[in-house]
């Protein structure tokens, strides 16, 4: 219970916000959202409160220093409301998780008591920050200024949105979106940093060049300040009719594939690599849209030269040590053959290097350019006959600096293609749980290593034949094959990483893409020669299956 004289908002004052920051520590480790749930949080401060008056609505967005007790500091985002009365009620019965505290406002008239809570799950609320941006309110903190704008050719899409019913999207894991009916999304990024979000970035760009396969981007927060860069805080998009993401479509069609006992072979009804290969084109006409020149020095595309492949090498060889590392730390916690697996990737860490050595010996020519940089089929939009590719803010563990980076964009390709592993290996656990899954057991392995190959050729067949001769891929198929093991090589440990942190259950899956890509190093080939072979650099080449426990 927090008390507080006159008004809510005094709780943020400077003798009065530590009741609030002691409640914050446990509200992040429960929210979503945080990402530091792997660290030990040493003490969370108030850094910045901006209140929000729009109208009859009062919020307050907060900065959040969360220190830990091993590295560097975050910064995270919360806003804040109060609701007394009926609202609270419903607030309390409908987002409980949104509640940071009970509050009482001791006033000369008596006491009222209500909720602090995210104002996000308030309908009111979201909706009065939505119309902050449309109509580009500015909002004055003690050290810096929130400012809103908005895209005028798109004023008419925020308009349609006065009256529509807000709902908090569930499937959001490092930020909180809300949806406005069927016209606009408004994203809240969580954790902050100063410098353009690249979701915002290129979200611009791609609106501004006429990219059909993304949301539009109709608007922004942005918080400034005159010692540091202005940082992205929100962004509004038009919202997309679809039917899910591309990682619950594909689920569905493999638990489809692999419900179909006709045989061992995959299913000859399977539509699945038809639409594997058009996201291979919508991927590919991403790239080229965002390899278009322009006077943004942030987006000119750049030659790659023996520096950048240096670069390139030395991070990733940092990537795979620290995964590596990580893993021998934790392999106890591995049971059955994610143990035994992880042993032999930890015995085959020479081997991993060495591969990292590639593109500096060959020095290839490639133009990098900006990228999605995270991308996976929770990044895609399914409509029912087409894709959209969405959230370009890249992976949120990695600095602002790293994902606003250009790279050669077959680490798009290769982030796809470790989605289209773990769809597999998620699809043939969930199969293992069928009453005949043991008489079907190496039926279902069959159909899973022919459904991921037949999948990664499709994808790899059309976004070659989309990008063609394009300046940000090697021609020379041995360098895309070295560049591409690389990436995916990458991927992996990052997953890794991510895994044994997060889901330790799951870390069997980039166990074994890495423990495949070993084992297939030496079998190299990639589409868009003028006799296309298979490439098992997937981490499924040999494909067994997931582990018991994934």
Known sequence: MLTVKDHWERLFERDTVGAVE???????????????????????????????HTGAHSMVLIFMDVSYKDGGPEVYTMVLTASFGEPAVQIQQAHPEAVLAEVTIAGLSGDRR??????????????????????????????????????????????????AESFVMQGEQSNTSVRFDR????????????????????????????YAHSPAVLGSLEYTRPDQQPGTVAIVSRFVENQGDAWRYTLSELDA???DGSGSAMSASSAYPDAAALLGRRTAELHIALAQ?????????????????QSLRDRMIRSVEDAL?????????????????????????????SRLEAPVKRNPRAVRIRCHGDFHLGQVLYTGRDFVIIDFEGEPARPLSER?????????VAGMIRSFHYAASVALDRAGNRPDADERRSELEQRMKQWYQAVMEAFLTGYAETAGKASFLPQKSEDRDLLLDAYLMEKACYELNYELN???????????????LIQTMDSECWVGDESPTQHSNGGVGEYTGSDDDC
């Open 183 to 210: 016209h606009a999304i408004l994203k809240l990024y969580r954790r902050f940093e100063p410098g353009l979000n690249p979701d915002l970035e290129i979200g611009r760009v791609l609106t501004a060049r006429g």
């Open 325 to 353: 590392a990580l893993l021998g730390r934790r392999i106890q916690d591995l049971h059955g053959q994610n143990r035994q697996r992880a042993t032999l990737v930890l015995e085959s860490k020479a081997i991993l290097l």
């Open 114 to 163: 209500g909720l602090l809570h995210d104002a996000l799950s308030d309908h009111a609320c979201a909706g009065a920050l939505l119309y902050a941006i449309r109509q580009e309110n500015r909002f004055q903190g003690e050290n810096g200024t929130l400012l809103a704008s908005s895209i005028p050719a798109f004023s008419t899409a925020l308009a349609e949105t006065a009256s």
């Open 293 to 309: 020149h322009t006077a943004d020095p942030v987006f000119v595309p750049e030659p790659c030269n023996l520096g950048y492949w």
């Open 22 to 52: 002691a409640l914050l520590p446990s509200a992040l480790l429960s929210a979503r959202w945080y990402g530091g749930k792997a660290r030990t949080i040493a003490a969370v401060h108030v850094k910045e409160t901006i209140p929000l």
């Open 502 to 516: 997060n889901r330790p259950s799951w870390a069997g899956i980039p166990i074994n893409g890495l423990l495949q």
């Open 257 to 259: 594939e692999l419900a």
């Open 404 to 412: 606003r980076a250009k790279h050669v964009p077959i680490v798009d």
